[in-house]
């Protein structure tokens, strides 16, 4: 199964398997925008899909979510 490009583009998959997509509108007029309103653009934002679309759009990566290693207790 091949990973879908064009989503792949919009989406960054972080280290423990969250989503993060752009905020829509902020691609250009944004001069006409307050100075608080640009930089909320910024601002990525969370995104949430179910573990069946997620397998479906990215096959090759790893969308779980990793627990924490735990260090050995030394003696």
């Known amino acids: 199964m091949k990973t879908n490009k064009s ?11 969250k989503l993060k997509v752009r ?16 930089l909320e653009g910024r601002v990525g934002l969370d995104m949430t899909m179910t ?3 997620k397998s479906r759009f990215f096959p090759h ?12 207790e030394q003696k």
């Open 23 to 38: 905020k829509p509108g902020f691609n250009h007029f944004n001069s006409r925008q307050s100075r608080n309103h640009q």
């Open 7 to 17: 989503l792949a583009k919009r989406i960054k998959i972080t280290k423990n398997g």
């Open 61 to 72: 990566s790893n969308t779980t979510v990793r627990k924490p290693r735990v260090a050995a």
């Open 51 to 53: 573990a069946k679309d």
